[in-house]
Nanobody
Framework: QVQLVESGGGSVQPGKSLTLSCKASGNFFRITRMNWYRQVPGKRRELVAASGVDGTTNYPYSLLGRFTISGDYAKNTVNLQMNSLKPEDTAVYYC????????????????WGQGTQVTVSS
């Protein structure tokens, strides 16, 4: 059983910053990727930041320079630093981790956090 606990959401004014955190716990072999997604009602969930255990990070071009993901694969935690927030960043943000369950298997499973609301408004 894997649990993801997110924290750090809230309401901020445009131009401000916010940091989201997510911690994974449970019985598993290792995390291979940690990502953040967001979703607005009526729209598809979209990737906002991705990190790999090899140290790679990826962002949509539209968010480059404003969002920064930092994954600590030893502590099974991932943060999302969001700067210069805009009203269009308002969404529910989800932590996503990809876990290799066992050292004897290459199968990777997806797990999702419960979501945390971020509201950017003046």
């Amino acid at each position: 059983q894997v649990q993801l606990v997110e924290s750090g959401g809230g309401s901020v004014q445009p131009g401000k910053s916010l940091t989201l955190s997510c911690k994974a716990s449970g019985n598993f072999f290792r995390i291979t990727r940690m990502n953040w997604y967001r979703q607005v009602p009526g729209k598809r969930r979209e990737l906002v930041a991705a990190s790999g255990v090899d140290g790679t990070t990826n962002y949509p071009y539209s968010l480059l320079g404003r969002f920064t993901i930092s994954g600590d694969y030893a502590k099974n935690t991932v943060n999302l630093q969001m700067n210069s927030l805009k009203p269009e960043d308002t969404a529910v943000y989800y932590c996503n981790v990809q876990i290799r369950e066992s050292p004897s298997s290459s199968v990777v499973s997806d797990y999702w956090g419960q979501g945390t609301q971020v509201t950017v408004s003046s």
